[in-house]
């Protein structure tokens, strides 16, 4: 009998240990969005956490995969519908500010796009109550990941979150051109009485939202010859073009973002020297911090952010939208 127990005991200790070391489920954790960032080939997904464990699976060079629990130096992966293995984390790059949801329709199925808009084609449906990744939103869609690596966009209005689960700021990601003010191609394009290389930072970041908007490309050249400036070579805005010097300046230049707009940020400098970015997106989070917003500087490949332009700019002047 003693000996039945000690027996016992020792399945009873093995399996709390066993249940205990397996990854957490979904109910546990909270998946996000990983983006594989390989050198050049694709990721193996492999049965443990070891490089000598067998491949069961392969994800592709820039590919974004179902991260569901990290352990050490391997993620545990949803790398197809309904199939999981490990991948190695130095090859993998959470999307910050993604979060899962659930499809929240009255009944029927949602329609998954190939694009953000009633006019992209369907790809795909989900059932209502289905899992998804939030990946990214604008202008009332999201991009989303589902059945471990697929994507594809569905209207914002048809997803419902776990408050828990959910970062009071998502992810926005905006698809705009980056321009150089000093590019060969246009640098010497005279400005009143200068050139673009050495006052044309707004013209610069002009063509780069008036890219986006018209989905055109408009060089800088091309949008100088656009534009009418002052003798001392200072922009006349376009008209479809809105100022704004609010205080709160953060969360206006989130909700246009979310609406799908970049924006135009102007800082200064005691001295009264003007420099203007482009703000393109938000890396996620709960908190608007300067540093959280990604711009593109027509005038420097290190300002990768808006506190960077503060940083040598540190007054800020105004945003400027198009409407």
Request: charged share 10%; net charge positive; proline share 3%.
């Amino acid at each position: 009998m003693k000996k039945f127990i000690s027996m016992l005991s020792i399945i009873i200790v093995l399996s709390i240990f066993t249940i205990f070391s397996l990854p957490s489920s979904a109910a546990e954790n909270s998946k996000t969005a990983g983006m594989v960032t390989t050198a050049s080939s694709s990721l193996n997904v492999r049965s443990g956490m070891s490089t000598t464990s067998a491949v069961i699976g392969s994800l592709a060079r820039n590919s974004y995969v179902t991260l569901i629990s990290k352990s050490g130096s391997w993620w545990y992966v949803e790398y197809a519908a309904g199939k999981f293995g490990y991948a190695h984390a130095d090859y993998i790059t959470p999307v910050n500010g993604s979060y899962e949801a659930y499809v929240n329709t009255a009944s029927s199925n949602l329609n998954v796009r190939i694009g953000a808009g009633t006019n992209f084609a369907v790809k795909d449906s989900l059932p209502k109550g289905a899992k998804v990744i939030v990946i990214s939103q604008a202008n009332g869609w999201s991009r989303i990941l589902y059945k471990g690596t697929q994507t594809g966009y569905v209207s914002s209005n048809y997803l419902g979150t776990n408050s828990a689960n959910t970062v009071k700021y998502p992810y926005i990601k905006l698809n705009v051109p980056k321009y150089s003010q000093i590019d060969s191609r246009w640098s010497g394009h005279k400005i009143a009485n200068s050139t673009i290389a050495k006052i044309g930072c707004a013209t610069t970041s002009l063509a780069m939202t008036e890219s986006y908007r018209t989905g055109t490309t408009i060089y800088p050249d091309a949008m100088a010859k656009r534009l009418s400036y002052t003798p001392d070579g200072a922009v006349y805005w376009p008209s479809n073009y809105v100022s704004s010097t609010s205080s709160n300046y953060l969360e206006n230049i989130y909700a246009l973002l979310k609406a799908g707009k970049p924006v135009i940020v102007g800082g200064k400098k005691s001295n009264g020297s003007m420099h203007f970015v482009v703000v393109t997106g938000f890396i996620g989070g709960n908190t608007l911090a300067a540093s959280n917003f990604t711009v593109n500087d027509s005038g420097s490949a290190y300002r990768t952010n808006l506190q960077h332009l503060f940083n040598e700019y540190p007054n800020f002047y105004k945003i400027i939208y198009y409407v």
